[in-house]
């Protein structure tokens, strides 16, 4: 039985996706019993409290399958932007959101123009619907928006931009996205993934609501970053009605769990706990700047809760000890970046105990 007979050309050529491994694994694997995860850009204060208490609220019902409209958090979303609830499609994490935006307008021989690097879920999906792929580099880590409408054709379909970007952290200002939007042809559809939305506060940062009603632009935010539900796996696109409506068409039926609509809606209405997240993260990512800056190392500065760091040859001698020593970052190989890692913004003793590994390591592999 020949297997790779059987495999469609486009999953043959998929690499797996490689996460941050979980904080299970690495105390089972090197027998250590702390461990601090500072890989996966996950919100190290949890979610709300209110959160948590609609969560186990909703947790007597999972017997029945979930609501599979979302109606009561779409209901509420057109609430708080001033939309209508058939502005919204409710994803399984705004990953599947990505997904879904390419099942439902790419043909055959359509074009997909994705960044590197950024986000790697766009060229996975890309490719898992065999998109002819575009990769255009981006200028000392941010988007170059110029180059991008440079290799638009009249296949292009989808144009994919993290906003802010992950993992560079990086943002395109108002100005720069709306001359873009402007400059692109009105058959190509912008998917404008706002998942640190939250922490944007510059002034100069765009609201693309605007241009809902008038370009086919799809704006994608999460529950998994400042509200704290990576777990629960749940996000949320906003479009044109019409967009909605066809995205929609092929969501599959009880996408979203039942605990998690509730603890996003519950969320919703924490604004404390949201600015409370919003302002720690920004004390603690000043914090790593500075002593990157005291080690003498270059990094990108971001404006998310992670950090890219230069440390040069000895990346993967970094990664490896700090994960003996207890301390996950992300190894950014996978993005090309052999010589630098991404560090999230975690509590201040989390901080702290990975600086302090940071500067052991510099002071006897790297300067000796």
């Given at each position: 039985?020949?297997?790779?007979k059987?495999?469609?050309?486009?999953?043959?050529?998929?690499?797996?996706?490689r996460?941050?491994?979980?904080?299970?694994?690495?105390k089972?694997?090197?027998?250590?019993k702390?461990v601090?995860?500072?890989?996966s850009?996950?919100?190290?204060?949890g979610?709300?409290?209110?959160?948590?208490?609609?969560?186990k609220r909703?947790s007597?019902?999972?017997?029945?399958?979930?609501?599979?409209?979302?109606?009561y958090?779409?209901?509420?979303?057109?609430?708080?932007?001033?939309?209508?609830?058939?502005n919204?499609?409710?994803?399984?994490?705004?990953d599947?959101?990505i997904?879904?935006?390419?099942?439902?307008?790419?043909n055959?021989?359509d074009?997909?123009?994705?960044?590197?690097?950024?986000?790697l879920?766009?060229?996975?999906y890309?490719?898992?619907?065999?998109?002819?792929?575009?990769i255009?580099?981006?200028?000392?880590?941010?988007?170059?928006?110029?180059?991008?409408?440079?290799?638009?054709?009249d296949?292009?379909?989808?144009?994919?931009?993290?906003?802010?970007?992950?993992?560079?952290g990086?943002?395109?200002?108002?100005?720069?996205?709306?001359?873009?939007?402007?400059?692109?042809?009105?058959?190509?559809?912008?998917?404008?993934?706002?998942?640190?939305?939250?922490?944007?506060?510059?002034d100069?940062?765009?609201?693309?609501?605007?241009?809902?009603?008038?370009?086919?632009?799809i704006i994608?935010?999460t529950?998994s970053?400042?509200?704290?539900?990576?777990?629960?796996?749940?996000?949320?696109g906003?479009?044109?009605?019409?967009?909605?409506?066809?995205?929609?068409k092929?969501r599959?039926?009880?996408?979203?769990?039942?605990l998690a609509q509730?603890?996003?809606?519950?969320?919703?209405?924490?604004r404390?706990f949201?600015?409370?997240v919003?302002?720690?993260?920004?004390e603690?990512?000043?914090?790593?700047?500075?002593?990157?800056?005291r080690l003498?190392?270059?990094?990108?500065?971001?404006?998310?809760?992670?950090?890219?760091?230069e440390i040069?040859?000895?990346?993967?001698?970094?990664?490896?000890?700090?994960?003996?020593?207890?301390?996950?970052?992300?190894d950014?190989?996978?993005?090309?970046?052999?010589?630098?890692?991404?560090?999230?913004?975690?509590?201040?003793?989390?901080?702290?105990?990975?600086v302090?590994?940071?500067e052991?390591?510099?002071?006897?592999?790297?300067?000796?």
């Open positions: 039985m020949d297997i790779e059987l495999i469609k050309s486009t999953t043959r050529e998929i690499r797996p996706y996460p941050g491994k979980p904080i299970a694994e690495v089972r694997e090197l027998g250590l702390r601090y995860k500072l890989a850009n996950e919100n190290p204060l979610p709300s409290p209110k959160a948590i208490a609609a969560i909703a007597i019902d999972i017997n029945r399958y979930p609501e599979s409209g979302c109606f958090l779409k209901e509420r979303l057109a609430e708080i932007y001033g939309l209508e609830p058939d919204f499609v409710i994803g399984n994490g705004s599947e959101l997904a879904l935006t390419l099942r439902t307008f790419l055959p021989g074009e997909v123009i994705v960044s590197k690097p950024t986000f879920m766009y060229e996975f890309s490719k898992m619907e065999g998109a002819n792929l575009k255009v580099p981006m200028n000392n880590f941010k988007y170059d928006l110029d180059a991008i409408l440079d290799v638009v054709t296949k292009t379909k989808i144009i994919f931009i993290a906003n802010p970007d992950n993992p560079c990086t943002y395109v200002t108002k100005n720069e996205i709306e001359r873009f939007i402007d400059r692109l042809p009105s058959d190509v559809i912008l998917f404008h993934d706002e998942a640190y939305y939250e922490f944007m506060q510059m100069d940062y765009p609201d693309l609501f605007g241009y809902i009603k008038n370009k086919p632009v994608a935010r529950f970053k400042v509200y704290g539900l990576a777990g629960l796996r749940i996000g949320y906003i479009a044109d009605k019409r967009v909605a409506e066809h995205i929609n092929v599959d039926p009880f996408n979203v769990n039942s509730a603890g996003a809606l519950a969320a919703l209405d924490d404390d949201v600015e409370k919003v302002k720690l993260t920004k603690n990512r000043e914090y790593l700047f500075k002593e990157f800056e003498g190392l270059n990094y990108v500065r971001s404006y998310t809760n992670c950090i890219i760091v040069g040859d000895r990346a993967q001698d970094l990664l490896s000890y700090l994960l003996k020593n207890g301390i996950i970052v992300r950014m190989s996978v993005w090309g970046l052999n010589k630098h890692i991404r560090v999230s913004v975690g509590l201040k003793h989390e901080n702290r105990e990975f302090k590994l940071l052991e390591f510099i002071k006897k592999e790297i300067k000796k």
